[in-house]
């Protein structure tokens, strides 16, 4: 395999905290919802034998992983829009707000009468090194699960127009907004606009068999998971530091025809370090920037905006 090692990492460049020139264009595709947010910071779940009432820091925002992936993206990227299904409530016009003050291009759909979706995510007590567990509760039956074809299509334009499509596995969690991922997908490689895949939720091979998972990555110049995650669904062993992690790139060659970009997270918590691979070349192996004294919440996102503008401004 070449391998590239004096690249400069896109940790580095262009960096975790914006370009400085934002340049080009992207199209996410994703869940929106209202989220809840609470820290515990003097409860750890493993503790808990009772009802406990605790006073701790909490706060309810516009979310969801087309919201949160945008909402980082902006410092990068010269225009932004999203895709996305929303119910018709009183958090509705909440959402459209938050949109424009983040300055990012609304192509949600609005199913009528339905309720928006909500999240409620709690994270227990640090414990030294250990950042605490994260407990995400989601309403299964969100507006996002139905998100059509159709709708796909009427946006089409968008996304041709794009210098990028970004989407998730999420979407992979229902069969119509599946189908509506895939011929996103599609549109978006007729068009010539990359795509780019995050694998989530990072549990996607308990959820899913491979067959409704390897498709999709199939169509993706780019996918970015947690190694862990994609070793699972191969029907691998999940592997432990970089030497493992690099035993598991035949079998992605063989699972994933054509030549996407693999960006692999792995270490403690599958967030220290990435794994850059494409079909028989090692490109780059970085450190993420992340450690215990960066803000876990929204880092990813973070580090996936700077990783596209990376691979754009590279092709």
Sequence with gaps: MDTAPSAPSPAQWPGLDGATRRRFSLFVMGDV??????TLPEVRFSELTADRLAFAPARAMVAGTAVNLARRATGYFRRVSVLAKIGDDDFTPVIRRELRRMGVRDRLRVEP?????????LRDRPDGEDPGVRLLVAEEDAPGRR?????????AAGIRRADMLFADGYALLSPVS?????TAARVARDAGTPVAFDLVPHDIDGRLPAID??????????????????ARLLGQPPPVGSGEVRDLLPALDRAVPGRPLWLLRFG???????????????LL??????????????FGD??????LYWWLSRH
């Design 302 to 307: 973070r580090l996936a905006s700077g990783e």
């Design 113 to 121: 009468g339905a309720s928006n979706g909500v999240t409620v995510m």
């Design 178 to 182: 599946r189908a509506a991922l895939h």
């Design 213 to 230: 998972v390897l498709p999709l990555l199939s169509l993706a110049e780019i996918v970015i998971s947690e190694a862990p995650t994609m």
């Design 268 to 282: 403690a918590t599958s967030l220290e370090y990435v794994l850059a691979y494409q079909r028989e070349r090692l």
């Design 33 to 38: 919802r209202i989220e809840v947010r609470a």
């Design 285 to 298: 192996e970085y450190s993420s920037g992340y450690g215990g004294n960066v803000e876990r919440a929204g």
């Design 147 to 155: 998100l059509t074809e159709s709708e796909v299509l009427a946006a």
